[in-house]
């Protein structure tokens, strides 16, 4: 980028808790951080507050805490739509139980918490939070509510030990104060709770086997019986080696039956996350679908919950309906009793007797007897139950590998792709018929191209239905799964399809496909379960897991084929390109017909460093370039074909656009310094052939496609071009090289065709280094180690030595003008400075400020080059006379122009500046020198440059 690169890198305290002792107890003002409460407030206070305080005052385990917390928040703040609670676990780890959760270590809401004051916001992070939170405190939310981040802090260790988040409207100041106070009691029920903890030495047992026979003794069951009992117990055991959960419970049932007498028993197991209730056996039949209700359902819920078992008489009549449904009879007695598991105090079954035979009410021999046999089967119960969910786990995984291996090796092909799914979907849940309808958001349309039969090709054949019908449209417009077992019952379903193809639909499970923003992309609906009564629970699961492969494979699909189609686009442009820049076998006849010109023919100082190329007319520079080629020996060397060649200089020359400097004269006359350098330096004492041929050929395509401004304006205006190469660092020189690139794989157009394999990566290699070193930034940063080799001398066997000399040659040519004469130089610095007002210009109307050098009403050139010659321009010919003593001309040229700079920047500071554009100095400047005769008579101008000499001859 030379001078223009270098120009812009010149420029640049807690209150004590009090402590409560299940009474009511207030913070006096002055021991709160919070505003003194006036009396109106206390009295308005007296009743919510009071209550709140007593609720936690009175807890003494988690779960109390809790709901405590809960009632507290919604009963003192009446708009809270949701309380979401999480307590500290170890040392970092935040949980919520409803649903379980763990808060990311990471994200806005641990950054409010480690402020540990209180927060309200518009909205929190939806990955951060639980699903079922999300509709009430996920970002955005509506103008009028507000997502509360309230973390509780132990007061004495500094920390957050819980933190409540509340969906309700804004906080008023009457909700600040409440909280203010709720904050300091919660802070020490939280800490009272944990401590309570701690001091249990493990979590409460089930009874244990001693404990269950006292208590048979004590209901008066002989010794003799209770031995039989134990007889019968260990032979049940003896029994219970089956890894099937269905067949331990009916060993387990039949026992149970044959114990309480009842005519039938069956095990409620309780979900891991204590949310439902599920039963695979009643009686001595094995269910073929599982039922499964909340834990809420009715009084079931209160067992687990308080550990104390149930009889008939303590559920309702709607309770006592369902329970005489799922077990086919009608229900004269029962007894419900919770199954505690001796490892973790929790309860993981409900066990349940009815009808005890006789017509006789359950007796709390029963109860005991039940609880006796679990003392030796739960945790067998158990273990089973783990064990057989591992498997499932283990085959639901094997199976959503396999799955995720085929749906990703269809990337290519959406409708594919598609078609895939719907096999893989029916094999997994056993279904009929499978359909996937993709979500079209321009029309808000389902569209299904893709059905059990193959894919529609014509786009009038294809299935449109509006995405908020039917039960597609309900589950793409909910985005929640809808399992319906019996299809005609459902209100959504339109049964005239059937009437009219004579297909039945007894079930239908239809589910959402979302992307990686939980953002519905399309609906799956799988129809007619094949080897059950309807789609179940796992089926449900399963179908969650696979919805979410779908999503990432159909998005990352979709995208592929609009980088495919972009891809295209890109291909189409630039054979446009290369098309208007073709260059004709008559332009390529017409350069080579009168053969190749000595260079002594074109100027007898052609190859003095005092000869100013720019003195050419534009259009002899091609031939100027292959006399150079010829008088290197490259064509010769490297058999170059004439043809190609002279397209390989036409090419290059068509790739350069016209801003006023970095256009093709800049680049031809970097060329000819190059040139310069290996007839006057002597370089092939110094480098490889090929590097030279590299460093050459370099030159010429150094500044390809330039614009006209430079990398940080790529970057600040986010071009295409930022896009493609910000990454990597020095954007326009990147480009430049892919440009050479492209022309050199264009027809006709490759000078290296006949190199070897190695020979044509290393010119390639060669060539990025050399134009990536047109970054002065890149210059800079070696130029310390450029002076410690010119220090101890160069190598011309150490290949960093090479590369180094490459990386200063090339940035000695880039900056070449600054070697000419002083007629040339000032009016390299017109084009130069042209180019920067024009770029600040842009950045102007962009809205942005433009650096001093770029701003035409404050640039003052004469300083600017100064600067730039002494820290740029003057060490580089210096370091370079240093390895090349016949290069010291260069330097003392370079030094005598920034005296006549230093000259004309005096000149001006004393009779000041013509007006604030800085272009107008250089006018005023030319005719000052012109006035005094510095030009001669003969001043003539080519190509938007002086000539420092008569007929361009060299001084």
Not at 432 to 439: K, P, T
Request: proline fraction near 4%; charged fraction near 20%; charge should be negative.
């Amino acid at each position: 980028m030379g001078q223009a690169c270098g120009h812009a890198l010149l420029c640049r305290s807690q209150p004590p808790s009090s402590e409560i002792r299940g009474q009511q107890v207030f913070l006096r003002p002055e021991e709160s951080s919070a505003p003194a409460l006036t009396t109106r407030q206390s009295t308005t206070l007296s009743e919510q507050l009071q209550d709140a305080l007593l609720r936690l005052a009175a807890v003494v385990d988690t779960r109390s805490l809790r709901a405590a917390l809960r009632d507290s928040i919604q009963e003192l703040l009446p708009s809270t739509e949701c309380v979401c609670i999480y307590m500290l676990e170890g040392d970092s780890r935040l949980l919520s139980d409803d649903p379980p959760h763990e808060l990311p270590q990471e994200g806005k809401i641990r950054s409010i918490a480690d402020q540990l004051k209180r927060c309200q916001c518009p909205g929190l992070p939806p990955s951060e939070l639980p699903e079922k939170y999300r509709i009430y405190i996920a970002a955005p939310l509506p103008a009028h509510r507000r997502a509360v981040v309230v973390p509780i802090l132990d007061q004495d260790q500094h920390k957050v030990i819980t933190i409540l988040l509340v969906g309700c409207n804004p906080l008023s100041d009457q909700d600040e104060l409440h909280l203010n106070v709720l904050e300091k009691h919660a802070s020490v029920a939280c800490v009272r709770v944990q401590a309570v903890q701690a001091s249990y030495q493990r979590p409460p047992l089930s009874p244990s086997p001693l404990q269950s026979h006292n208590a048979l003794l004590h209901l008066n069951v002989s010794e003799q019986d209770y031995c039989e009992l134990d007889r019968n117990i260990l032979q049940l055991c003896g029994e219970l080696y089956d890894l099937d959960a269905a067949s331990l419970q009916l060993k387990v049932i039949n026992y149970l039956q044959q114990q309480t007498h009842s005519q039938c028993c069956c095990l409620l197991l309780v979900s891991e996350d204590n949310h439902q209730l599920f039963c695979q056996v009643v009686g001595d039949k094995v269910l073929e679908e599982e039922i499964s209700f909340p834990l809420m359902f009715g009084r079931f819920g209160q067992v687990v919950e308080k550990k104390k078992s149930i009889t008939l008489q303590d559920i309702s009549a709607e309770e006592k309906r369902q329970l005489s449904s799922m077990l086919g009879c009608e229900i004269s007695s029962m007894l419900c009793v919770p199954v505690v598991s001796r490892a973790t105090g929790q309860v993981v079954a409900l066990a349940c007797a009815f009808n005890k035979q006789g017509g006789q009410r359950h007796t709390e021999v029963d109860e005991h007897a039940i609880q006796h046999c679990f003392c030796y089967t739960s945790t067998v119960l158990t273990s089973t139950l783990a064990f057989q969910k591992e498997q499932k786990l283990k085959v639901e995984c094997q199976a959503l590998l396999q799955v995720a291996k085929n749906l990703f090796t269809h990337l290519d092909d959406v409708s594919v792709l598609l078609q895939e799914i719907i096999v893989e979907a029916r094999n997994l849940s056993d279904a009929e018929i499978c359909s996937v309808f993709l979500l079209d958001r321009v029309s808000h349309e389902l569209v299904a191209k893709v059905f059990d039969g193959g894919v529609v090709s014509d786009e009038e054949k294809e299935f449109r239905i509006p995405a908020d019908q039917g039960i597609a449209g309900h589950v793409a417009t909910t985005g929640q799964i809808l399992n319906i077992k019996d299809a005609y019952s459902h209100p959504l379903f339109y049964r005239g399809v059937d009437d009219s193809t004579g297909f039945k639909t007894r079930n239908i499970l239809c589910f959402p496909i979302k992307d990686e923003n939980n953002e519905v992309i399309g609906v799956a609906e799988l129809v007619n379960k094949m080897n059950g009564p309807w789609f179940n629970r796992f089926d449900e699961d399963l179908a969650t897991a696979f919805s979410i492969y779908c999503g990432i494979s159909i998005a990352h699909s979709l995208l592929y084929k609009r980088v495919h189609e972009a891809q295209f686009r890109s291909h189409l442009a630039n054979e446009m390109m290369m098309y208007h820049m073709k260059v004709s076998e008559e332009e390529v006849s017409k350069l080579l017909v009168p053969g190749i010109d000595p260079v002594q023919e074109i100027h007898p100082c052609f190859a003095e460093f005092t000869y100013t190329p720019r003195s050419l007319p534009d259009d002899t520079t091609p031939m100027c370039v292959l006399s150079m080629f010829e008088d290197m020996g490259f064509i010769n060397t490297y058999k170059m074909e004439m043809h190609t060649l002279a397209r390989f200089c036409l090419m290059v020359k068509k790739g350069y656009r016209d801003p006023p400097y970095h256009n093709w004269m800049h680049a031809f006359s970097v060329s000819h310094f190059c040139y310069l350098l290996y007839k006057n330096l002597g370089l092939s004492n110094y480098l490889e052939d090929i590097e030279i041929l590299a460093l050459f050929v370099s030159c010429m395509c150094h500044d390809l496609d330039h614009r006209g401004t430079n990398n940080s304006f790529q970057v600040a205006s986010q071009s295409v071009l930022a896009a493609l190469y910000s990454s990597e660092g020095s954007v326009m020189e990147r480009h430049h090289f892919a440009q050479a690139i492209a022309i050199l794989n264009t027809h006709g157009c490759n000078i290296f065709e006949k190199f070897s394999r190695k020979d044509y990566q290393r010119m390639l290699d060669l060539m990025r280094d050399i134009i990536l070193a047109t970054d002065l930034a890149h210059h800079l940063r070696i130029f310390k180690d450029l002076q410690k080799m010119a220090d101890i001398g160069y190598n011309p066997k150490n290949r960093t030595h090479r590369s180094m000399l490459l990386c200063l040659l090339m940035t000695s040519c880039d900056l070449s003008d600054q070697t000419k004469g002083w007629k040339t130089t000032r009016k390299i610095a017109e084009l130069i400075y042209k180019e920067f007002f024009s770029q600040g210009d842009l950045e102007k109307a962009m809205g942005n400020r433009p650096s001093e050098m770029m701003d035409r009403e404050k640039a003052y050139i004469p300083e600017l080059q100064i600067s730039f010659m002494e820290h740029i321009a003057m060490p580089i010919y210096k370091l370079l006379s240093e390895l090349f003593p016949g290069a010291t001309e260069l330097y003392e040229r370079v030094a005598a122009n920034r005296e006549q700079w230093t000259k004309v920047s005096h000149k001006f500071t004393i009779r000041g500046l013509p007006s604030n554009n800085s272009l107008d100095f250089l006018d005023q400047e030319y005719e000052l020198l012109q006035s005094q005769g510095a030009f001669g008579s003969d001043d003539h101008c080519l190509n938007g440059c002086l000539d420092d000499t008569e007929g361009g001859r060299g001084q």
